[in-house]
Structures are given as structure tokens and as C-alpha cells.
């Protein structure tokens, strides 16, 4: 499975950015689809995710009601509109894909996108 992320860049705080995440394989083949992001030093953590059959959406309680994701199954991608950005918000940004229900932990997704940087300043 092909993912590529993209969208990233820097920001101050406060600001907004919205990454994209295309994949090459049709969606019937993966279900979950979602972000993570890892900070230097830290573990890869959970951010948002939504399945592409149903709508339901699910997101870190650090990123809620600041971060949506979306997709758009006509174009096999999902994207993570970040507003409010905060400098604890940097990170590298992931997005993954698996065939199992939607999950909040890593071994529910199989394929790995490269990451995109966001860098948040104060």
C-alpha cells in the first residue's frame, strides 16, 4: 500500500495547516485510515482516525475540537485539518490505513505513509 503525505510546514502559533494523505490502493481494501504523530524523543501517538465505509470519527482528547479529519473517497484520500496549532502540536505526521475496525492503537493499521513535519513556534 502506497501513502503519501504531504502538507506540512511551519507555523506559528495559533495557526492553521491541513495535511493530505493519498493512497494508491482502492479504499474497499482498507477500512481504518488515520493519523499519528511522533515528536523527537517521544513514542508515535494516536491523533485522529475515521474508517472509509462509515463516517464515524474518533481523535485524541489533545487535538479534539481543534484538529477534523476527512475523506474523500472518490480521490482515496483522508485529510487532517489542524486549526489552533500549538507549539506541542510539532511533530512528525503519519498518516496509516489497516483492514480492521478503527482503532487508537498501532497494531490496528498495517501501511505507513513517509510523515510530513509540522513545526509549531511560539
Known amino acids: 500500500v502506497q501513502l503519501q503525505a504531504s502538507g506540512g510546514g511551519s507555523v506559528q502559533a495559533g495557526g492553521s495547516l491541513r495535511l493530505s494523505c493519498t493512497t494508491s490502493?482502492?479504499?474497499?481494501?482498507?477500512?481504518?485510515v488515520g493519523w499519528w504523530r511522533q515528536a523527537p524523543g517521544k513514542e508515535r501517538e494516536f491523533v485522529a482516525a475515521t474508517s472509509w465505509s462509515v463516517g464515524s470519527t474518533y481523535y485524541a482528547d489533545s487535538v479534539k475540537g481543534r484538529f477534523t479529519i476527512s475523506r474523500d473517497n472518490a480521490k482515496n484520500a483522508v485529510y487532517l485539518q489542524m486549526n489552533s496549532l500549538k507549539p506541542e502540536d510539532t511533530a512528525v505526521y503519519y498518516c496509516a490505513a489497516g483492514a480492521g475496525n478503527v482503532k487508537r492503537t498501532r497494531n490496528g493499521y498495517d501501511y505507513w505513509g513517509q510523515g510530513t513535519q509540522v513545526t509549531v513556534s511560539s
Open positions: 490502493l482502492r479504499t474497499w481494501s482498507t477500512n481504518a
